[in-house]
């Protein structure tokens, strides 16, 4: 009778934590599939209280700052299964679970504790079941984003026709039609009028296709975080290693000139290490915040130049990008050792200039 018991309430713990499982689960896919906001927050609460864990991380772009946890992350999300380790870098127990759907991989999430779970053996078959399905809400989501992204090039492109057919056509008529009666005899200031409104109209017709540019342009502020990605890739070589990237806000929301700007100074700062740094590790952090911008470069090398030995030509095109926007930028000395480069700017007096 003890056995039996013993058993039921075994099954009935399994049961339980199952149901847990679900349950985060289905918060997290609808906290995925939503997209009004950040679902990472949401996913790493699901997963706590499922999991009772003291370490919930949600690995996107760069791994944990552990360099164990970031072997087993790497590990788990090249191989595409859970991993689970011991007595690893302090914690009693660590459990990664890659969150991926079909070849597409979204990254992993990092569950760890001080002391081994108290609900007994862990059930990697669940959790794993719950990463699977969190991985496809993660595809479905970055799918619905690729055709909302598509359906705005296409209306973009519809418009573009439409303004190219239309618009200047007519403009073009109408000019042409205040041209022929110019020609005739006409007194003075009639004359010299008609021939500013065709000035003005043929100013218009450039406007509009200098519209059209625009319209059919795939560059932009949306491809700010891929253009970061891309430097930070490019720098790889020339480092010696991979930098890591942080981000942090929209992105997209930052104008085409700043984020221009923000592409140059990150080029130049993982430049500047190469050259200069002789550094093991570097890291980029861009912060989008409500109404400034900013972007910092640390490095664990030989620290900025002494005082008095001139600035680098690069160093100066920074400061003058910031200023130009009513921005700063500071080079300095880090905490413990190497450089750290803050280069910020305000969005309101940016997205004013690029207005003007």
């Known amino acids: 009778a003890a056995g039996v018991a013993i058993e039921n309430a075994r099954l009935y713990a399994q049961g339980r934590l199952r149901e847990e499982w679900l349950q985060a689960a289905a918060r997290s896919v609808r906290a995925v599939t939503a997209a009004t906001s950040d679902p990472l927050p949401e996913v790493v609460g699901a997963v706590r209280e499922a999991s009772g864990a003291d370490l919930v991380e949600v690995v996107t772009d760069d791994g944990p700052d552990d360099a164990a946890l970031t072997q087993l992350v790497d590990g788990a999300v090249a191989d595409g299964v859970p ?32 002391e081994e779970p108290a609900s007994g053996p862990l059930d990697l078959g669940v959790m794993a079941a719950y990463a699977a399905q969190v991985g496809l809400a993660l595809d479905v989501a970055a799918s619905q984003r690729d055709r ?11 418009i573009a026709r439409d303004l190219h057919d239309l618009v200047i056509q007519r403009l073009f008529a109408v000019g042409l039609s205040v041209q022929s009666v110019a020609r005739h005899e006409l007194p ?54 991979m930098p890591r990237l942080h981000t942090s806000g929209t992105l997209g929301s930052v104008p085409s000139g700043v984020a221009d700007d923000v592409v140059a100074v990150v080029r130049e700062s993982l430049s500047n290490v190469a050259r200069h740094a002789a550094a093991t590790t570097t890291v980029v952090e861009v912060v989008v915040g409500p109404n400034r911008l900013s972007v910092l ?20 095109n920074l400061a003058d990008r910031a200023a130009s926007r009513g921005g700063g930028f500071v080079l300095s000395a880090g905490p413990g050792a190497g450089s750290r480069l803050s280069w910020d700017v305000p969005l309101g007096a940016a997205e004013q200039g690029a207005t003007t």
């Open 297 to 316: 470069v640390t490095d664990d090398g030989t620290g900025p130049p002494p005082e008095g030995t001139g600035r680098r030509s690069g160093l100066r």
């Open 188 to 241: 003075p200031g009639l004359a010299a009028r008609l021939e500013q409104v065709v000035d003005e109209l043929d100013g218009s017709i450039k406007d509009v296709r200098s519209s059209i540019y625009r319209l059919h342009d795939r560059s932009g502020p949306h491809d700010l975080r891929g253009a970061l990605h891309d430097e930070v890739d490019s720098a790889r070589e020339a480092l010696g290693f």
């Open 83 to 114: 991993v689970t380790a011991g007595d690893l870098g302090g914690w009693a127990r660590v459990v990664v679970l890659p969150l991926q759907a079909a070849e597409r991989r979204h990254g992993a999430v990092v569950v760890a504790w001080h």
């Open 148 to 158: 909302a992204r598509l359906a705005v090039i296409e209306d973009r492109d519809r």
